[in-house]
């Protein structure tokens, strides 16, 4: 089991162009959580997902963030028309219901 | 609004001596609290949580609901233990343990010889 698998491993955009952040859960974990941490902060809780289902965005930005977890693939979290305020690391963890959560090695967006 | 402040930036003590770092929480309701630990080009992970009562690698945590603190020892510090280390806080019985966490902004332990 590979665990979970974030990619890229960092990602460089201009200002303005869009971002989309890649995330495989554990095998068998049906639960997806998305985290930003910006420079000299903690993790910070974006979203949760299960499969086809957004469970709980409340940490997300009201503009240009989405995410979403299909059927089938990976979870993916988009950022549209990016700023330099975007840059940070995001980290993206599965579980399964009342299990330990695990997490990727997270992508490092920089925007130019 | 809940609130996870963890004091130390860097914490640096020498191989054997005794660790704590410390952390500090605001919530109104009833929390979990959980220690996470991040090696050197590793993935985060979970080193323990307070309603398990374990200890791992010889560090343990005592949640104190009086002083509002959960604070991480080890009564002597291996090299191994250098590493970031993030203390978190979730609602209690909230699904999954990594259901809308809050982190403090993690503490760095640097063990020397």
């Known amino acids: 089991n590979a665990g979970v698998m974030q990619n890229p491993r960092h990602l460089v955009r201009r200002r303005g162009q869009e971002a989309r952040l890649r995330c495989s859960p554990m095998?068998?974990?049906?639960?997806v959580y998305w985290y930003r941490q910006l420079p000299e902060e903690g993790l910070k809780f974006m979203v949760y997902l299960q499969k086809e289902n957004i469970i709980d965005e409340s940490g997300m930005p009201k503009e240009r963030f989405s995410a979403e977890f299909p059927k089938e693939g990976p979870s993916i979290l988009r950022i549209q028309q990016v700023v330099r305020g975007d840059s940070a690391a995001y980290f993206c963890a599965s579980s399964n219901a009342n299990t330990e959560a695990f997490f990727g090695q997270g992508t490092r967006l920089t925007v130019v | 609004a809940q609130r996870v402040t963890q004091p130390e930036k860097l914490l640096s003590v020498f191989k054997g001596a005794p660790v704590e770092l410390k952390c500090n929480y605001s919530?109104?309701?009833?929390?979990?609290l959980f220690w996470y630990v991040q090696y050197s080009r590793q993935r985060l992970q979970l080193l323990l949580r307070h309603i398990s009562r374990e200890s791992i690698k010889g560090f343990t945590a005592d949640l104190n609901k009086g002083e509002t603190s959960f604070h991480l020892k080890k009564p002597f510090a291996q090299e191994e233990d250098s590493a970031m280390y993030y203390c978190a806080l979730s609602p209690f019985g909230n699904t999954g343990t990594a259901s809308k966490l809050t982190f403090g902004t993690g503490t760095r332990l640097q063990v020397t010889l």
């Open positions: 919530y109104s309701g009833s929390p979990e």
């Open positions: 095998k068998g974990h049906s639960h």
